[in-house]
């Protein structure tokens, strides 16, 4: 891992960069997949609904792993929807913004599903699992993570504080309600906190080389800006 040399400071990261080109485009499409899918599963609930969601005794009984997939797409209600994407917005946008198609979808579906594996070896038979929120929390646990190792253009007292109110904001629940599995959550967000150092460590030289540093000594010393 690359160090700030004496008396340079780190103006720009990769993560002051503008987003990814199509970034708005495939949070559009990914939203609009998601609300799809949950509206034909209201209309024709008897009969894709369980179908979709993930069980104990679908995924472990029957093997039908996919419902570990589809489960992220379908919701209860237009409540359970809506908390859910403006999160999905606002992560969606992010990821595939800085980190590219293989984080956002792939590395962030593959783990939802991961997630929804883990709860449901937490849960007897009879639960059901749907909605997005596994999903959420992982998308969230990677980017505060990213967020702390990359933006050294912030002090870390600074990022710390930033990361720890944002996430009180937009992810501690207001109310506890007893049909909301917390557990997927913390697994989500656990998960989520792992793949952002896994993904941090085989990419770090990457990461660091998009840093730009500037000088802070005397200006007839060195050159303003050090570019990596």
Known sequence: ????????????????????EWSLEITALFLSIIMGTSLLSWRNGEALLPTLAATPEGVFGKHEYWRLFTAVAVHANVPHIFSNAILLVFFTYLLFGYFGFWVFPVTSLVMAALTNYITLLTYPTGVSLIGASGLVYWMAGFWFSMYLLVER???????????????????????????????????????GVISAIVYFRRNHEVIREAEVLEWEGPPDEAEQVLPS
């Open 1 to 20: 891992m690359r160090d700030v040399p004496p008396d340079y400071h780190v103006r720009e990261t990769l993560l002051s960069r503008k987003p990814r």
């Open 153 to 191: 253009s912030v002090s870390p007292a600074k990022r710390g504080l930033r990361v720890v109110c944002l996430s009180l904001l937009v992810l501690l629940p207001s109310t506890i309600q007893a049909n909301i599995s917390y557990r997927t959550h913390a697994i989500g967000l656990a998960l």
